[in-house]
């Protein structure tokens, strides 16, 4: 029997490696708009999002928003929103990414009192649906199928 590794990448899927933090959250890395920087993997976040004292590190432009965040002990946090941005996780790559801009300190405070590292942001569910994701829990793996070349 073929492995799941062997077995999506004949279906075009690419493998990216997951980190397991302190805080048994998931740590992918990631490029947005050619630059690296380390994100949690969320499968409850509806949106990617990055912390707002990111924006001019990932080269983002934004304008307001009139959605609210909420998650992490926090509600009704304000938002901007970057559209037309690139993200790359390996070889996998997206051009017209929608991002959520919001205050993460709450998320990076708690990351820290549990001896984690911050991050510069979240992976949210919709990357995964366009991907089509597969998280392999137990290799500490996700796949993401590439388009059709």
Not at 74 to 101: C, G, H, P, Y
């Amino acid at each position: 029997m073929s492995t799941l590794k062997k077995f999506l990448k004949k279906k075009n899927y690419v493998n990216i490696p997951l980190i397991l933090t302190a805080t048994d959250h998931f740590e992918i890395n990631a490029k947005i708009n050619s630059i690296k920087g380390r994100f949690i993997l969320d499968t409850g976040a509806s949106n990617t999002c990055i912390g707002m004292d990111r924006i001019e590190h990932f080269n983002l432009v934004s304008e307001e928003s009139k959605i609210k965040a909420a998650g992490a002990g926090a509600t009704n946090m304000e938002t901007l929103i970057s559209k037309k941005n690139v993200i790359d996780l390996r070889s996998w790559q997206f051009n017209k990414l929608k991002i959520v801009l919001f205050d993460l300190k709450h998320v990076n405070e708690a990351l820290i009192a549990h001896n984690a590292e911050p991050v510069d942001g979240i992976i949210g569910a919709d990357i995964l649906k366009k991907s089509k994701a597969i998280i392999d829990y137990d290799n500490k793996c996700l796949y993401l199928k590439n388009k059709k070349r």
